[in-house]
């Protein structure tokens, strides 16, 4: 296996090789084990300024990558847009010229726009990192699920993964698609059709809207919250109803004759598309998801910059 990315920026799963995600699981299972030492730190980012700009909210994947920055003992600075010169006006190109002329080497960046991250990769002199442009991918989202399964069951190969959800709208279920199919999973996706794009098909994925056909068939379930703030029609009557036929609970789990995976990248809406007691049960990894996020991106910096020092 290559000691290198094929890649200067992580803009999306689409652009990696199997061989890149491999080298970032093996980089991350060093960094694991590093972050539950006493001594949390290696001096690995140290001559490295990364800048965190996020022009959409988050609480995980900022927190995690902040985390895991100041673990490789990078300097970090943050930038949130609703308290910034964004709203005077500024281009996102201005805005991160600005920062860059600072002397940062590297940027996480979310933006709502996708293809946010692609368009700035071909103007500024910097690493970019996409911590989610808009629908379109979030793949270090992508690459703490897909570690998490690993971790979980011993292999993502040969595994069947179901997405069940707001597929529409998430950016996660599509770098999800893409890491699965390249570390040899199966994925199946199950929502409302009116919320399943019709570009699916062409993604070699099996599609269903009946959630037990996709909880009978799979080894993994990763469930994914109503993107309303995206929502600016009506793609199912109400909340309730939805959790009716697509939500997951206890009851569904009961029918199987195996345990499934649970996962969810968050934020949950508990008594949404998942109940309390299967969020907070064994058989969901959705804190492990959270705890190898951190070591997932530290892999995933600590790559990136060594292609820069070289
Ligand atoms: N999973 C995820 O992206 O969460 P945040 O929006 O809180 O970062």
Redesign the pocket.
């Known amino acids: 296996m290559s000691q290198a990315l094929s890649v200067p920026h992580l803009l999306g799963i689409k652009s990696l090789t199997e061989s890149d995600i491999q080298l970032i699981f093996e980089t991350a299972d060093e960094f694991k084990s590093v972050i539950n030492r006493p001594i949390k730190k290696v001096p690995s980012l140290r001559d490295i300024t990364i800048a965190n700009i996020f022009f959409?909210?988050?609480?995980?994947?900022?927190l995690?990558f902040e985390l895991a920055e100041k673990r490789l003992s990078a300097d970090v600075v943050n930038f949130s847009s609703g308290n910034s010169s964004v709203k005077k006006g500024e281009t996102l190109l201005d805005t991160v010229n600005n920062i860059l002329s600072m002397k940062v080497d590297m940027v996480v960046m979310?933006h709502s726009s996708p293809g946010a991250p692609h368009f700035l990769s071909r103007y500024i002199d910097a690493n970019i990192v996409n911590?989610?442009d808009g629908t379109h991918e979030?793949p270090t989202?992508a690459l703490l699920d897909t570690f998490s399964i690993r971790e979980k069951l011993g292999d993502v190969s040969g595994k069947k993964v179901a997405i069940l959800g707001d597929i529409l709208h998430s950016r996660?279920a599509l770098s999800n698609i893409f890491a699965l199919q390249k570390l040899g999973a199966e994925v199946m996706v199950c929502g409302p059709n009116t919320l399943i794009p019709k570009y699916l098909g062409n993604l070699g994925v099996k599609i269903t809207s009946n959630i037990r056909e996709a909880l009978h068939w799979c080894d993994v379930a990763n469930v994914l919250r109503i993107q309303l703030e995206r929502q600016h029609i009506k793609f199912f009557p109400s909340l309730r109803e939805y959790s009716m036929h697509f939500g997951l609970n206890k009851q569904l789990l009961a029918e199987l004759d195996k345990p499934i995976t649970i996962l969810h990248?968050?934020?949950i809406n508990r008594g949404v598309e998942i109940t309390s007691d299967v969020a907070d049960s064994d058989h969901a990894i959705i804190l492990d998801q959270v705890e190898n996020g951190v070591a997932v991106r530290m892999a995933v910096l600590y790559l990136l910059a060594s292609i820069r020092q070289n």
Do not use: C, L, W
Request: aromatic share 0%; hydrophobic share 10%.
């Open positions: 959409e909210n988050s609480t995980r994947t900022k995690s979310r911590a989610g979030h989202q996660v990248p968050g934020p």
